[in-house]
């Protein structure tokens, strides 16, 4: 044997000698033959803990205990070259040699001890056979006997193996183009907060309501290999084309459409989504559709409610000798309805004029009203029963929303209360695919609110998430980790005999912590999933040298990046160990 298959051997071989021991114990009762049971399986249970932890980048949630019982089907991974391949190629090898030699003198041992076992004989008869045993057995006992000194090797072997299995490096080689790559912070900050302000500024209509528009999240992290390339920044905004159609969603008028089940691989898409034609479709634009089962054999059924129709425009800075400004951005999407040709053959909107920088909107593409892509809330994957998407799909929104939190941060994007409803994506309904990534909500005033002054309201008590920790978005971002891990709304995941707050943030902290401590989030996903959880509840980070740990400011002049490295590049890796680099591996930054 020249790898990880040993471990199969070892696990079967614990219970084959426990179980050895525990039969003789029955006949020959004694303190001996007691103390060697429990030796014996503490050495397992200790085994079986330092091989799950190995286990953890290739095998999440509950399957992972599993691959240390031999009843389980999963424990047939260990006779799986695919499996061993993977297990092999995911360690450096210096630290995958340590382990197997490990790994093999382990394997000798408790053969050993197997053997030694096996000289007794609890049923013997004559009395020459019986004294035999029963001196065996005194020996057996005795600190220097070949059965302890075997089970004290074992001992120190174990201690030797969850070592190396907890400090292992990885491998620098891993499957998929850009996998593994350094990621560097997005200086993303700037141009979308000089959006926002563009936008603020262009709503000059008189409309009573407030207008939701979308800006999207940058699609992947930079690599740091490729920066400093001078890309232009260039990012999409979506524009409501509908207020009637916002005035019915917000008062509660949904349509109601039969559900129908059908399997997710949970390698093709995030759901198996299939727009159905039905007279409400072109009505209201909502759509009612089932996802039923995800890689993780999890049955259920999820209603998925769209947003109306919108508009898709790119934004990116422009030059300031330009003539055909944007009046009113309310006006000029409305126009797009009205006009002759389609949208999509015109190349711009116009121009958003700063006093500093020009932002022109390029290439409007009309999205929902029956078209094949529709824009989805995250707030809905949460519809209905208990939903959970499939690993690669959970890895992939995680990671894709921590990038969202870590660019966005520190602009007027995103607020310290933000929530799924939040963020949004455009569907492919008949693939069931995301494309063009995240974007996130803000909602603006018209010029006639904007000008209407605020009543007068008693000010709100300071939360005690803000007092108990710096960064309040970045704590609800292991709130948002924990709920995709569990599948489940955060509130529903609240221990009934847990002590209880007034206040609600600090109530979903320790909830939050909770979990992590007792090792919920890292039965659910993997320990490098819990980590990043980690550090979003606790907001304390290993410095760059390793001279101790720092906290977690915004005011930190190396913020972003710090949330790069802790949070955002080990979900790459997760991801790219599993799947290669995210496609398309496009950034504007």
Not at 464 to 479: D, M, Q
Request: net charge neutral; aromatic share 6%.
């Amino acid at each position: 044997m020249s790898g990880f298959e040993v471990v199969g051997l070892i696990l079967a071989l614990y219970p084959v000698v426990a179980d050895a021991v525990a039969y003789y114990r029955g006949v020959r009762s004694g303190d001996i033959i007691h103390d060697l049971v429990e030796e014996v399986r503490a050495e397992r249970v200790i085994f079986s803990h330092s091989i799950q932890h190995l286990c953890l980048s290739q095998v999440s949630g509950t399957d992972v205990v599993g691959v240390v019982d031999p009843q389980s089907e999963i424990f047939a991974l260990w006779q799986q070259s695919s499996f061993l391949n993977k297990l092999l190629a995911s360690h450096a090898a210096e630290a995958t040699t340590a382990i197997l030699e490990t790994l093999k003198s382990i394997h000798s041992e408790l053969q050993q001890v197997h053997r030694e076992l096996d000289r007794i004989n609890p049923n013997a008869v004559d009395f020459r056979t019986r004294l035999r045993t029963s001196l065996f057995t005194l020996r057996s006992g005795q600190e220097a006997s070949a059965m302890k000194t075997s089970l004290k090797k074992i001992h120190k072997l174990n201690k030797r193996l969850r070592r190396l299995v907890s400090s292992r490096p990885q491998h620098k080689q891993v499957p998929g183009p850009g996998a593994e790559a350094t990621l560097c912070s997005s200086s993303c900050a700037g141009f979308a907060t000089g959006v926002f302000r563009a936008v603020e500024s262009h709503y000059r209509c008189s409309c009573q309501r407030n207008h939701p528009t979308k800006l999207q999240v940058p699609q992947l992290p930079l690599r740091s290999q490729d920066a400093g390339k001078g890309q232009k920044p260039m990012l999409q905004l979506l524009f409501s084309a509908d207020d009637d159609m916002l005035e019915k969603r917000s008062t509660g008028t949904r349509g109601s459409e039969s559900t129908s089940q059908s399997t997710l691989s949970g390698e093709t898409s995030v759901s198996s989504l299939r727009s159905q034609g039905t007279d409400l479709e072109h009505s209201q634009a909502d759509y009612s559709l089932s996802s039923v089962q995800s890689n993780n054999s999890l049955t259920s059924s999820m209603t998925l409610v769209y947003n109306p129709k919108c508009y898709c425009l790119a934004v990116t800075e422009c030059g300031k000798d330009r003539n055909d400004e944007i009046r009113d951005i309310c006006a000029s999407i409305r126009a797009l309805g009205q006009v002759s040709d389609p949208p999509s053959k015109q190349q711009t909107l116009g121009v958003l004029q700063t006093d500093s920088v020009n932002y022109e909107l390029k290439s409007p593409r009309p999205i929902g009203d029956g078209d094949a892509r529709a824009v989805l809330s995250l707030d809905d994957l949460f519809t209905g029963d208990r939903s959970k998407l499939a690993r690669r799909h959970r890895i992939s929104l995680a990671l894709s929303l921590a990038w969202g939190v870590t660019t966005l941060h520190q602009t007027p994007w995103i607020g310290p209360s933000w929530t799924w409803s939040d963020f949004s994506a455009i569907m492919d309904r008949q693939r069931g695919q995301f494309d063009e990534g995240l974007f996130i909500t803000k909602y603006f005033p018209s010029q006639q609110n904007l000008n209407i002054p605020e009543t007068p309201c008693a000010e709100a008590p300071p939360s005690l998430l803000k007092i108990a920790l710096g960064e309040p978005v970045v704590a609800r971002l292991g709130y948002a980790l924990i709920e995709l891990a569990k599948g489940e709304r955060f509130a529903s995941l609240h221990e009934p005999s847990a002590s209880t707050s007034t206040d609600k943030d600090l109530q979903d902290l320790l909830t939050a912590r909770h979990l992590l401590e007792t090792g919920v989030v890292r039965d659910e996903e993997c320990e490098a999933y819990s980590a990043v959880v980690q550090v979003c509840l606790y907001q304390q980070i290993q410095r760059e040298e390793g001279l101790g740990m720092k906290t977690l400011r915004s005011q930190d002049a190396w913020f972003e990046r710090d949330l790069t490295r802790a949070i955002v590049q080990p979900l790459y890796n997760i991801y790219t160990r599993e799947w290669g680099s995210p496609s398309p591996a496009v950034s504007a930054y």
